[in-house]
T-cell receptor, first 109, second 113 residues
């Protein structure tokens, strides 16, 4: 299974943009890049996904490197409610989600 | 409200006992999943079901069993054969197995002593 590598933790101030990096150097051509986030003591929630092109939705933007070996989740203006563990996940050809340990984002007022 | 229900939120059992965790969804989703999460770790797939009366083992199925007799229900039994059953258990569903988004329930925290 292709793996992802993320920093253990990141910090941000409220109202500032946050760039959460993810490395996936062994990604295959058909693997989709998914991002989920998990608030404390809750189940994860879907954030965004993409294959090759950059993607935007109401929650975030996803920037995918041209060689697809890395990607960045962008929160345009962090709020206190964005404090969570963010998982960068590769969805393989069997449609299973392979979770890593994620990045714990702290947001300060 | 549509969603996924897991009950109970907290569950305590003695070692050697089987325990069944409930997962119900009213989203009319075909696919359902069970994950396990240990402290500070990501989620690991235990079992998944693409359709009623069908299920497949995930990465860590040993010591667990499931059934999928109804579309809306996917109970997980943690048997006494599971060596380290204490964990946070999460159920999820998706429209189909190839859908891009999985919807997760609130989880059940199981403690076995």
């Amino acid at each position: 299974d292709a793996k992802t590598t993320q920093p253990n933790s990141m910090e941000s101030n409220e109202e500032e943009p946050v760039h959460l990096p993810c490395n996936h150097s062994t990604i295959s051509g058909t693997d989709y890049i998914h991002w989920y986030r998990q608030l404390p003591s809750q189940g994860p929630e879907y954030v965004i996904h993409g294959l090759t092109s950059n993607v935007n939705n109401r929650m975030a933007s996803l920037a995918i490197a041209e060689d697809r070996k890395s990607s960045t989740l962008i929160l345009h203006r962090a709020t206190l409610r964005d404090a969570a563990v963010y998982y960068c996940i590769l969805r393989d050809s069997t449609d299973k989600l392979i979770f890593g340990t994620g990045t714990r984002l702290q947001v300060f007022p | 409200d549509g969603g996924i229900t897991q009950s109970p939120k907290y569950l305590f059992r003695k070692e050697g006992q089987n325990v069944t965790l409930s997962c119900e969804q009213n989203l009319n989703h075909d696919a359902m999943y069970w994950y396990r999460q240990d402290p500070g770790q990501g989620l690991r797939l235990i079992y998944y079901s693409q359709i009623v009366n069908d299920f497949q083992k995930g990465d860590i199925a040993e010591g667990y069993s499931v059934s999928r007799e109804k579309k809306e229900s996917f109970p997980l039994t943690v048997t006494s054969a599971q060596k380290n059953p204490t964990a946070f258990y999460l159920c999820a569903s998706s429209i189909t197995a190839s859908s891009y988004e999985q919807y997760f329930g609130p989880g059940t925290r199981l403690t076995v002593t």
